[in-house]
């Protein structure tokens, strides 16, 4: 069981930076591909970024690549996403999600999910 909690989401200026974290519980957090999702208002959630469980391997969706960067300290339980240039498109609910080794980019591939946190990107 692997229980995750986001933060550091907020309301920034289009240009500007977050970083959100996502904090697991659970010893077996480092066995776990993790990604990161996003939902914008009556959109379907879609695939953002994933990382590996080791971190060597990670892969991000067009719309944000170049601009965002996931990360992961296994010591710390902790996935990392770095968002840069933001945009008023990038304006969504993320959410973090922990899946089996070789886990894709679709929702139902992931088994656990976070409660979401909101990130809103000014014009």
């Known amino acids: 069981q692997v229980q995750l909690v986001e933060s550091g989401g907020g309301l920034v200026q289009a240009g500007g930076s977050l970083r959100l974290s996502c904090a697991a519980s659970g010893r077996t957090f480092s066995s776990y591909a993790m990604g990161w999702f996003r939902q914008a208002p009556g959109k379907e959630r879609e695939f953002v970024t994933r990382?590996?469980?080791?971190?060597?391997?990670?892969y991000y969706a067009d719309s944000v690549k170049g601009r965002f960067t996931i990360s992961r300290d296994n010591a710390k339980n902790t996935v990392y996403l770095q968002m840069n240039s933001l945009k008023p498109d990038d304006t969504a609910v993320y959410y973090c999600a922990a899946g089996p080794t070789g886990v894709g980019y679709t929702v139902h591939e992931y088994r656990y999910w976070g409660q979401g946190t909101q990130v809103t990107v000014s014009s």
């Open positions: 990382i590996s469980w080791s971190g060597g391997s990670t």
